[in-house]
Nanobody, 121 residues
Framework: QEQVVESGGGLVQPGGSLRLSCLAS????????MKWFRQVPGKERELVAG????????MYADSVKGRFTISRDDAKNTVYLQMNGLKPEDTAAYYC??????????????WGQGTQVTVTS
């Protein structure tokens, strides 16, 4: 069964760091665009970072630029989100998303169940 599972969340003080991992099983991440989202209860889900299939291009929400880094290691079938200089407003459930499409219109998309990040003193 194809799935992605996030890990690495936890409780951290402001200014601290965490590295989230997204491990895929049942399929290969090669060819997939990977993204990290986050969501606070009662708020809209927010796109935090993305990386193309080749790992040559990344994008970030303005709120995390300069602090977060997305990367991928296809050999390990894993995508990472390195989070530095964490702020209380980064507190959220973080979700991993994998997406692939073909010219024939076939789409493949997988979501993890999320990992909680809490930034507080």
């Amino acid at each position: 069964q194809e799935q992605v599972v996030e890990s690495g969340g936890g409780l951290v003080q402001p200014g601290g760091s965490l590295r989230l991992s997204c491990l895929a099983s049942g399929f290969s991440l090669k060819g997939y665009v990977m993204k990290w989202f986050r969501q606070v209860p009662g708020k809209e889900r927010e796109l935090v970072a993305g990386i193309n299939a080749a790992g040559t291009n990344t994008m970030y929400a303005d709120s995390v630029k300069g602090r977060f880094t997305i990367s991928r290691d296809d050999a390990k079938n894993t995508v990472y989100l390195q989070m530095n200089g964490l702020k209380p407003e980064d507190t959220a459930a973080y979700y991993c998303n994998a997406y692939f499409s073909t010219f024939g219109g076939r789409e493949y998309e997988y979501w993890g169940q999320g990992t909680q990040v809490t930034v507080t003193s």
